[in-house]
């Protein structure tokens, strides 16, 4: 099966920047769709960025031009550069990953198990 294993975060003052990064592994046919999502406490998990093997990316408003998402086919990798960080972006990211294990296998969502990120001064 597929495992994600997230990079980076930590702690940022307001303003600041950070990365993240997530490395898929194991059996894997083809990953279609990579990103993040990320969840703050009392919230839901909320789709941050993502970006297809083609590198069509799509991100929610509120991170818009503040974050880009990159892509590495080749090392199954996915990136998320955040700058001018804002409080309300302290949340635990999730990398996650959608595709097949094997060629024959159904698609799936694959999931990280989060980094902390914490914009705080």
């Known amino acids: 099966q597929v495992q994600l294993v997230e990079s980076g975060g930590g702690l940022v003052q307001p303003g600041g920047s950070l990365s993240v990064s997530c490395v898929a592994s194991g059996t894997i046919f083809i990953i279609d769709v990579m990103g993040w999502y990320r969840q703050a406490p009392g919230k839901q998990r909320d789709l941050v960025a993502e970006i297809n093997r083609g590198g069509y990316k799509d991100y929610a408003d509120s991170v818009q031009g503040r974050f880009t998402i990159s892509r590495d086919n080749a090392k199954n990798t996915v990136y998320l550069q955040m700058n001018n960080l804002k409080p309300e972006d302290t949340a635990v990211y999730y990398c996650?990953?959608?595709?097949?294990?094997?060629?024959?296998?159904?698609?799936?969502?694959?999931w990280g198990q989060g980094t902390q990120v914490t914009v705080s001064s």
């Open positions: 996650y990953a959608f595709g097949r294990a094997t060629i024959y296998g159904n698609p799936s969502h694959y």
